[in-house]
Structures are given as structure tokens and as C-alpha cells.
């Protein structure tokens, strides 16, 4: 599966971004798309999971309410609209797919099968 981000850029804080993910290849065989991000300095960070099939969407606790994921199986993409923005927020954020053969947990905590190249969100204050 190969996966191509875009979306991201510098805003001021309390302004709004939308990221897309383009999936290619093998997406068939995918269970869940998702979004991570990477603060500089930091390790890499659940954001947001959607189920492909069902469209059951989790969210990380510190972006609920604020940030919003989708799907459009007919082109393959994933979508994270990302509002009220905040400094903290500022990170590399990163498209990845899930096979689904682990628990969802699991791939909460450790990543997601396939990744895309990230993709850069500043937000200053």
C-alpha cells in the first residue's frame, strides 16, 4: 500500500487545516487508515483512526472535538480536518494503513502498517 499525504502547512493558532491521504495499491486488503503525528523531539503519536468498512471513527483524547477524520472509499482517501488549532499541535503528521491484524490497541500504541511521507503542520501563536 503506498500512501501520499497532503495538506499541511503554517497557520496562526485557533485556525483550521485539512489534511488528505491518497491510498494506491493492495488498499483492498486495508482494515483502518489513520493519522500520527511526530513533535520535534518526541516520538510518534496516535491522532486519529477510521475503520475503512464502517467508517467508526477514535480519536487521541487531545484532539477530540477539535479535529474530525474521514473517508472516501470511492477514491481512497482519508481526510483529518483539523480545527481550533494550537501551537502543540505542531508536528510532523504522518498517513498510515492497518492490515487490522492486530487489536486496535496495538496499533494505537505501536503505529500502523504502512506509512506515507509526512507531512509538515506549523501552528504558531
Known amino acids: 500500500v503506498q500512501l501520499q499525504a497532503s495538506g499541511g502547512g503554517s497557520v496562526q493558532d485557533g485556525a483550521s487545516l485539512r489534511l488528505s491521504c491518497v491510498a494506491s495499491g493492495g488498499t483492498a486488503s486495508v482494515a483502518y487508515m489513520g493519522w500520527f503525528r511526530q513533535a520535534p523531539g518526541k516520538e510518534r503519536e496516535y491522532v486519529s483512526i477510521?475503520?475503512?468498512?464502517?467508517?467508526?471513527?477514535y480519536y487521541a483524547h487531545f484532539v477530540k472535538g477539535r479535529f474530525t477524520i474521514s473517508r472516501d472509499k470511492a477514491n481512497n482517501t482519508v481526510y483529518l480536518q483539523m480545527n481550533i488549532l494550537k501551537p502543540e499541535d505542531t508536528a510532523v503528521y504522518f498517513c498510515?494503513?492497518?492490515?487490522?491484524?492486530?487489536?486496535?490497541?496495538?496499533?494505537?500504541?505501536?503505529?500502523?502498517?504502512?506509512w506515507g511521507k509526512g507531512t509538515q503542520v506549523t501552528v504558531s501563536s
Open positions: 477510521i475503520s475503512w468498512s464502517g467508517g467508526h471513527e
Open positions: 498510515g494503513a492497518d492490515l487490522g491484524i492486530r487489536s486496535l490497541y496495538t496499533t494505537m500504541t505501536y503505529g500502523m502498517d504502512y
